[in-house]
């Protein structure tokens, strides 16, 4: 069974950048779309974006533009570049892999899931 775990996260002012990291183990997910999620403290865990095999993406429309996700399979990594970050990107953040190939935000549809890095934006 695949293991996921997220690295990257951090205390940043609003308007800064942060680049959060998923790494693979034991096993793969190349052929598998990736998401990330976030939840905030007492709310749903939300969708972020995700990104298929083919390097295709998809975002939720409050990250659309900031956020950007890249994948390099021969690392087994994901990547979620954060730009313009806000007060409200703060959660803590969580990738995923989905049982399937499709693009999607439900997060019934994901069945692997790393423990989560904090992301804190604050002035």
């Known amino acids: 069974q695949v293991e996921l775990a997220e690295s990257g996260g951090g205390l940043v002012q609003p308007g800064d950048s942060l680049r959060l990291s998923c790494t693979a183990s034991?096993?793969?997910?190349?052929?598998?779309?990736m998401g990330w999620f976030r939840q905030a403290p007492g709310k749903e865990r939300d969708f972020v974006g995700c990104?298929?095999?083919?390097?295709?993406?998809y975002y939720a429309d409050s990250v659309q533009g900031r956020f950007t996700i890249s994948r390099d399979n021969a690392k087994n990594t994901v990547l979620l570049q954060m730009n313009s970050l806000k007060p409200e990107d703060t959660a803590v953040y969580y990738c995923?892999?989905?049982?399937?190939?499709?693009?999607?935000?439900?997060?019934?549809?994901?069945?692997?899931w790393g423990q989560g890095t904090q992301v804190t934006v604050s002035s």
């Open positions: 995923a892999r989905r049982r399937d190939v499709a693009l999607g935000h439900n997060p019934a549809s994901y069945d692997v």
């Open positions: 990104i298929r095999h083919d390097g295709d993406t």
């Open positions: 034991r096993g793969t997910f190349e052929f598998y779309t």
